[in-house]
C-alpha cells in the first residue's frame, strides 16, 4: 500500500535480513497468506560463511517446502591432536551449500507473494509506539518503509540500533569448497591451533570447509589462503585437489552488543533456525 509521499511505502510485515532465518519466517508468512517484505543488503544465490550443515529437526517442514537437501550425513567426527571421537547421529542430518539453500528458499516465498529487496542496506531504525505503522526503517537509497510489524533476521543491525561499534575484532571467519575431499557421509571437526574447523559434504561431490581463528594465526601465516590451505594440508588424509574459489570467503566474525533501548524489546528477533547454531551461541567461540 502507497502512501502520499512516494519515497514512504506502508507495510504490514517487514524483514530485514535475507538469510536462513529472515527467509523462513518469509516462507511461513505466505503459507499463511501474508505478504512481507524482505530487504537484504546481498543478493542470490551467493557464498556465506557457515558450516552448511542442516540437522534433523528442521527437515519436515523443509521437506514440506520442496527444499530438502538430499546429501546425508550421519556421522560426526571430532579430532583433536592424533585422536578421533567418532559417533553416529541419531537421525541423519544433511549438507547443502548457503549458495543453493537460500536461493531456494528466496525463490519460494517469491512465487508465493513475498517481495525481496537486494542490494538494500538499512540506514536507520525509528520506532513510534502510538502510530499504527510503528516501524519506520530508512534506506540508503532514501526510501522509508514504515511497518506495522518488523522482523529483524541478522545481527548486524544491532549495531546500529545500540549506536555502538562492535568490539575489536579477534577471530576471522573463512570458508572454501573443494573438490577431493572423502568425508564418507560425516561432519569432521577439527581442533587447530587457535581456532577450529569443520568439513562435510554438500551437494555436487563437494566439501565445505569452515573455519574460524585467532586473527593473529592468520596474520602470521601471511594471508587467509595460507592458513586454511596449510590447516588442510597438514590434516592426515585430506589432500585437496581443486580449489573452487577463485579466492576464500572471508567474512569478520559479528560481534553485536543487545540494545538497551527499551522501546526494541517488542521487535521480533529472528537469529536463525533451529538447524543452525544461534549467534548468541556462536558468540563465545568469538571472545
Request: a neutral charge; proline letters at 8%; one cysteine or more.
Amino acid at each position: 500500500m502507497g502512501s502520499n509521499n512516494q519515497n514512504i511505502e506502508k507495510l504490514d510485515f517487514l524483514i530485514i535480513g535475507g538469510g536462513v532465518a529472515g527467509l523462513a519466517a518469509a516462507n511461513r508468512l505466505v503459507d499463511r497468506g501474508i505478504s512481507p517484505t524482505i530487504v537484504d543488503a546481498g543478493s542470490y544465490p551467493s557464498h556465506k560463511i557457515c558450516g552448511e550443515f542442516i540437522s534433523y529437526e528442521c527437515h519436515p517442514i523443509l521437506k514440506d517446502w520442496n527444499v530438502l537437501p538430499s546429501v546425508l550425513i550421519d556421522t560426526v567426527r571430532f579430532h583433536i591432536g592424533n585422536k578421533s571421537f567418532p559417533f553416529s547421529l541419531p537421525m541423519a542430518a544433511r549438507g547443502v551449500s548457503r549458495f543453493s539453500f537460500d536461493d531456494s528458499l528466496c525463490k519460494r516465498a517469491l512465487e508465493r507473494g513475498a517481495e525481496v529487496l537486494t542490494h538494500t542496506k538499512v540506514v536507520d531504525i525509528a520506532y513510534n509506539p502510538d502510530a499504527l505503522y510503528r516501524y519506520s526503517v530508512s534506506l540508503h537509497s532514501g526510501q522509508v518503509l514504515q511497518a506495522r510489524t518488523l522482523f529483524i533476521g541478522t545481527g548486524r543491525i544491532l549495531n546500529l540500533l545500540s549506536g555502538k561499534p562492535p568490539p575489536k575484532m579477534r577471530y576471522l571467519g573463512m570458508k572454501a569448497h573443494f573438490e577431493g575431499i572423502e568425508t564418507e557421509n560425516s561432519l569432521e571437526m577439527f581442533v587447530i591451533p587457535q581456532g577450529y574447523l569443520g568439513m562435510s559434504m554438500i551437494e555436487n561431490d563437494r566439501t565445505n570447509v569452515a573455519c574460524i581463528a585467532d586473527i593473529r594465526a592468520v596474520k602470521n601465516a601471511g594471508s587467509p589462503d595460507k592458513y586454511l590451505n596449510g590447516i588442510i594440508e597438514t590434516t592426515e588424509g585430506i589432500l585437496p585437489q581443486q580449489h573452487l574459489f577463485p579466492r576464500l570467503t572471508i567474512i569478520p566474525p559479528c560481534i553485536h552488543p543487545i540494545p538497551s533501548h527499551p522501546s526494541h524489546c517488542i521487535l521480533t528477533l529472528f537469529w536463525l533456525t533451529p538447524s543452525f547454531t544461534p549467534p548468541h551461541q556462536s558468540q563465545e567461540h568469538y571472545r
